[in-house]
């Protein structure tokens, strides 16, 4: 039996190959492997230099970011530990000491 990936739609393990395209059974979904490859790159969040970033990574702020309602921005150079990544405009969710939780967008940050 040939190993095949869960479908992507509802992550049944009995997907099989038809031609060019793998099929579901249980939901009928159809797709080609090309095309899960391209999704999955555009899902990568890439920092300003275009390394990827994962969960647990820390980032350093590469300008000046002014924050609504605080009175100075954060600094360029301050160093973020420990970020997590979510989807939306803002990509990274993440404390900042002096500021608190807050999010960031990925390219405004490099990998530190």
């Not at 420990?82 to 405009?89: A, S, Y």
Request: charged share 25%; aromatic share 6%; glycine share 8%.
């Amino acid at each position: 039996m040939e190993n095949t990936p869960p479908c992507p739609k509802c992550s049944s393990p009995y997907t099989y190959p038809n031609g060019a395209l793998l099929n579901c059974p249980e939901c009928f979904h159809e797709w080609s492997a090309e095309e899960l490859a391209a999704e999955a790159l555009e899902a990568q969040v890439l920092d300003s230099n275009g390394n990827p970033l994962q969960d647990g990574d820390t980032v350093i702020v590469i300008k000046d970011l002014p924050v609504k309602g605080a009175p100075k921005p954060v600094k360029a150079g301050t160093k973020v530990k420990n970020i997590r990544l979510v989807d939306g405009d803002h990509d990274i969710a993440c404390k900042i000491d002096g500021f608190g939780a807050m999010g960031l967008k990925s390219e405004f940050v490099r990998k530190g």
